[in-house]
């Protein structure tokens, strides 16, 4: 039986829902979104021909889909088999080409085909018109470097045949926790995805979850919707970038057909290649059908409890809220049962314990949660059974964990080598402890923007070496990570300079424990007591995706240490501790 019969039943929650969005210039309310015309396709390649990031709509290395791309200007000879052999002074020739394969009769090819296949050369420096070839004085492009058009498959849904947690971007909508649980889906149970997912003729469909009260039991609820998208309106009212999350395209194309372009006018012909490329569409599709389901069902599928909190269906004069307003900020470990329904086997969150004097208890205070990464594994969850797991972050808890790391350091003899620094994070301590007692809203919000402005400035590489130096003692560098997370408290906005994102969520890809010799432990969830003295929390990795595709940690404003900014990254177990709030987690059967 599940562990619950109705979210209701959930674990209650504390903290503020995650709900940030990877840019601060979003426009506000439902009214500054509309859907683009001219169905899925049309608002797929629009999508893409705003991704200009890491390949995700660059395709060969240009963001337009759909359009012409350029081509090289080719001297006379650049082309394979036209290459002019007589002397200097008669060097304006004219070659009779025999043309295999023009626009009406392309040549399908995965690959570069041999010039040969598209066009021979008849006869060099022809005087005169030779029957059944064509005339060409000029030539541009060859088999290596063609003129390039490229566009979508006919209706694209996936990359590969099924969804990936690759595929998610976040847009302008602070739904982070839905994508975050949609990224865990892909990586541990995508059929549940594929399987209910439908797109074709202009629209798509999902059956998802909804609770009834009256059963009780959660039963299917099919949502249907277009597949025009929504994009942010300018103030002229023209299409500017999606709202909703982005849609990545394949930089390898699916097709490719080759073929001469002659053109009679100019004598001139051209070698064309027209590429088709695969975009995971499912991800929009599915994130504007969830908004469509919250209007109806709320956000975790339980009427009861849609109009109980800030995220309510209907607001104070009872008019009909948005889906994009209905979903702005929620938690994670509630969105499965949207899902899955009853068999969610168990749902809940879990807060990461701390002591940032002794790292080796830290581990010992969250078996829980080890032995739940584990679980991402398969161990001990059971047959046909799923672990999904979010990390989350507080600005709360990134406050106190700054100022407890401030208070380690300055009350260590040492700091006072570093006098100068010592009193700004004096200062910086003092700041915090009066944020967190203060009661009054303004000032509270006054007191944080200080602290996140110091937060900053003590962060910023080049202002205090000593936080950036490798051979400086660890605890500067966990002061420098906290600092990194607290600058941007409040925002997911980023000078390039950040660590971890407050307000946020993250899926959980995995986790590799080490011991100190550096050798990968196979840990045992039935026996994790003899285990956790001899974890590193140093050498052991937790693998963390942040659904933005971009922003991973970069405290040197260098780009992220595996030189990809895709959203994937490593934190040593340490700095998942440290620089994490909780885990969010769901059994669920399969």
Not at 46 to 65: F, H, K, S, Y
Not at 99 to 113: A, M, Q, R
Not at 299 to 322: C, E, F, L, R, T
Not at 345 to 353: A, K
Request: aromatic fraction near 6%.
């Amino acid at each position: 039986m599940p562990s619950h019969q109705s979210p209701s039943q959930s674990t209650e929650q504390t903290r503020a829902p995650r709900r940030d969005a990877p840019t601060t210039d979003a426009p506000e309310g439902a009214m500054a979104v509309q859907e683009a015309p001219g169905g899925g396709n049309a608002a797929a390649a629009d999508a893409i021909n705003q991704a200009n990031r890491e390949g995700r709509g660059a395709l060969n290395g240009d963001p337009t889909v759909g359009a012409d791309l350029g081509f090289r200007e080719a001297d006379v000879g650049d082309v394979q088999g036209l290459e002019y052999t007589g002397p200097a002074e008669a060097r304006d020739v004219a070659w009779a080409v025999e043309i295999h394969h023009d626009e009406s009769n392309k040549l399908p090819f995965d690959g570069t085909p041999d010039a040969s296949q598209l066009y021979t050369l008849v006869e060099e420096n022809a005087n005169e018109s030779v029957p059944g070839t064509q005339t060409v004085v000029s030539v541009e492009g060859d088999t290596q470097q063609p003129y390039l058009t490229q566009n979508l498959v006919d209706e694209p849904l996936y990359i590969n045949g099924a969804p990936s947690s690759a595929d998610i971007e976040q847009g302008y909508v602070g739904d982070c926790y839905f994508l975050a649980v949609v990224g865990q889906l892909a990586n541990q149970d995508p059929s549940r995805i594929s399987s209910d997912l439908n797109a074709g003729g202009g629209n798509a469909s999902f059956t998802f979850k909804a609770y009834d009260p009256a059963g009780p039991a959660w039963n299917d609820e099919a949502v249907s919707a277009s597949t025009e998208l929504a994009f942010s309106v300018e103030d002229d009212g023209a299409l500017d970038e999606l709202h909703g999350v982005g849609i990545r395209a394949n930089p390898l194309p699916a097709h490719s057909e080759w073929w001469v372009d002659y053109d009679a006018s100019t004598s001139s012909m051209t070698v064309m290649r027209d590429d088709e490329h695969e975009a995971a569409t499912w991800v929009a599709y599915l994130e504007k059908l969830y908004m469509k389901f919250v209007e109806t069902h709320g956000q975790y599928g339980d009427i009861q409890d849609a109009n109980s909190n800030s995220n309510a269906i209907v607001d104070s004069n009872g008019d009909q809220n948005s889906g994009y307003e209905i979903a702005d900020g929620g938690f994670e470990h509630q969105v499965y049962q949207v899902f899955y329904g009853s068999d969610v086997v168990s749902d809940r969150s879990i807060d990461m314990n701390f002591d940032a004097t002794d790292m080796s208890n830290t581990v010992v205070q969250n078996k829980n949660i080890i032995r739940r990464l584990l679980q991402l594994d398969g161990q001990g969850v059971g047959n046909d059974r799923a672990a999904m797991m979010t990390a989350w972050a507080d600005s709360d808890v990134h406050f106190d964990r700054l100022k407890t790391q401030i208070d380690l350091i300055t009350g260590d003899a040492d700091s006072e080598r570093y006098r100068s620094l010592r009193r700004i994070l004096v200062r910086l301590s003092g700041r915090i402890g009066r944020w967190s007692a203060e009661a009054d809203d303004a000032k509270k919000d006054a007191l944080a923007d200080k602290i996140t402005g110091s937060a900053e400035s003590l962060a910023k590489p080049g202002n205090w070496p000593l936080l950036h130096d490798p051979g400086s003692d660890k605890k500067w560098h966990d002061l420098l990570e906290l600092a990194s997370d607290v600058q941007h408290a409040g925002t997911d906005s980023s000078n390039g300079v950040r660590n971890v994102y407050s307000g946020h969520a993250y899926s959980v890809m995995g986790a590799t424990f080490k011991d100190s010799a550096g050798a990968v432990m196979a840990l045992d969830p039935r026996n994790l007591d003899a285990d956790l003295p001899n974890i590193d929390p140093q050498a052991s990795k937790v693998e963390l995706r942040n659904p933005h595709h971009t922003n991973e940690p970069d405290m040197e404003g260098n780009g992220p240490l595996d030189g990809n900014d895709d959203g994937r990254f490593d934190m040593t177990l340490d700095q998942f501790f440290r620089n994490l709030s909780g885990i969010d987690i769901a059994i669920v059967r399969t």
